[in-house]
């Protein structure tokens, strides 16, 4: 753990922090039954339908952890107009999310996961989304819209999943407007849609993408992460080609490794107790990441609290949330 760091103080600050969230947003709907049989018609479980459920996914789930952290967070994103987005939009909005930049795209469906859970298994995922680029009159709008609300931010976290909302010129146009602000940018990157972070406060890529980033061929993970020698040369050249000032790799069950120019790489151990579901952890640990930076951790600390939180989530099912109490009564246990 970090030494001399009031973490009550620094969680209290994220409530004053207003961090705008841009990216591809995503409605992820669970369908809940039970299997008695098979199909008559073809040898496939015949899934009685028991309850559906609605969660916030993609960039509007980083933005639904960041609400959870404490902060007042603002979305920029494409939705159809269907009830995929409707239902997505009401469910931010009641969580308290500013969704005034949840722009209608009449020309696409919301993009919409569905997976249906039979005996607590997952039987099937249905995915309906497009990822061809928004029209250049929305991509204008939605550059316009970013330039206006970027001054008034604390942060800027971008979440590419390549559905057609950021593009190479969208994303330097807007880290050149956070830079002029003196705002803090961050990205989780997409191994399906290669941008250049050039010059951001700070990425976090897993490590399969961390090497892909890095044009490396993948290695097996080694027990030690400081003893990794191709997740450090990955991590060193990350840091060289980018730019980008924290490049924290995320690590699953061997935690995290933050690197930072002219400074050793630095590990985080992981914080999971219990891993029940590692879904939307990715989410989570950049939401911590750039909330701590934002209430003046150093980036190394930040790092930590990013592993706390994501270690609660990834306790719980679905795409869940940490909350600073939460993460005190964590923080409070290693302390005893």
């Known amino acids: 753990m970090p030494p001399r760091v009031q973490w009550k103080a620094a969680l209290s600050r994220f409530s004053k922090l207003r961090v705008f969230v ?21 040898p496939v479980p015949v899934v009685d339908v028991l309850e559906d459920r609605f969660f916030p996914g993609g960039a509007s789930n980083v933005a639904r952890n960041l609400r959870s952290l ?17 239902t997505l939009s009401r469910t931010l909005r009641a969580q308290g999310v500013d969704v005034s930049g949840l ?16 005996q607590h298994q997952q039987v099937v995922r249905f995915d309906r989304e497009s990822r061809r680029a928004i029209s250049p009159k929305l991509a204008a709008q939605t550059l316009a819209f970013a330039r206006r609300a970027i001054p008034r931010m604390d942060a800027v976290v971008f979440e590419d999943y390549g559905k057609g909302l950021i593009s190479q010129e969208f994303l330097d ?26 010059g951001l406060t700070g990425i976090t890529p897993n490590r399969m993408e961390a090497f892909w980033l890095a044009g490396e061929a993948a290695t097996d ?12 040369a990955v991590g060193e050249k990350l840091l060289a080609s980018t730019r980008v000032e924290n490049v924290l790799i995320t690590l699953g069950e061997h935690g995290m490794c933050l690197f930072r120019a002219g400074r050793r790489p630095h590990h985080i151990p992981t914080a999971a107790q219990e891993v029940f579901d590692v879904s939307g952890a990715g989410d989570t640990a950049i939401s911590a990441f750039a909330l701590g930076m934002g209430a003046g951790l150093d980036s190394a600390a930040a790092a930590f609290l990013a592993n706390q939180a994501a270690g609660i989530v990834v306790g719980k099912a679905g795409t869940a949330t940490a909350s600073p109490t939460e993460i005190l009564a964590r923080l409070s246990v290693r302390t005893r």
Not at 221 to 232: G, Q, S
């Open 103 to 118: 722009l209608v795209d009449d020309a696409r469906p919301t993009t919409l996961k569905t997976r249906v859970i039979a």
């Open 173 to 198: 146009i807007c880290a050149a407007e956070a830079k002029r602000a003196r705002v803090p940018v961050f990205a989780d990157p997409n191994m399906h849609h290669r941008l250049d972070y050039d």
């Open 70 to 86: 404490g902060a007042k967070v603002a979305v920029l994103g494409i939705l159809g107009n269907d009830a995929a987005g409707r």
């Open 22 to 42: 841009v990216g591809d947003v995503m409605l992820d709907q669970y369908v809940f039954g039970r299997v008695s049989r098979i199909s008559p018609e073809a």
């Open 221 to 232: 993970p080694a027990a030690d992460p400081l003893r990794d020698r191709p997740l450090l």
